[in-house]
């Protein structure tokens, strides 16, 4: 059983700053890609930033102004949101692709989702 974990949402006025993290834990035999999702109410959830061993990807709307990172030691993954927005208001979820052993297939674990509202 693996578990993604996200912590740091919150209540922001627009032109602050967040740090998200995303605890990734249980039976993890490695970690490929990790990334980060939002999904705003009646909208369709959408990429925000992904990250590899060697390399980010970014949103055009985010680019710039959010970095991710992580810590493969800990796997954890972190986003820092800097001059948030109001159209950043949403629900930011975590994303690993995983194995789980080592002849086993990649697949897709999700987090339960942490709450980022950027008021005007």
């Known amino acids: 059983q693996v578990q993604l974990v996200e912590s740091g949402g ?6 602050g700053s967040l740090r998200l993290s995303c605890k990734a834990s249980g039976n993890i035999f490695s970690i490929n890609t990790m990334g980060w999702y939002r999904q705003a109410p ?19 709307s985010v680019t710039g102004r959010f970095a991710i990172s992580r810590d493969n ?24 692709n995983l194995k789980t052993s080592r002849l086993g297939v990649r697949k897709d674990s999700w987090g339960q989702g942490t709450q980022v509202t950027v008021s005007s």
Do not use: H
């Open 73 to 96: 030691a800990e796997n954890t993954m972190y986003l820092q949101m800097n001059s948030l927005k109001p159209e950043d208001t949403a629900v930011y979820y975590c994303n690993a």
């Open 10 to 15: 919150g209540l922001v006025q627009a032109g």
């Open 42 to 60: 009646g909208k369709q959830r959408e990429l925000v930033a992904t990250i590899t061993s060697s390399s980010t990807n970014y949103a055009d």
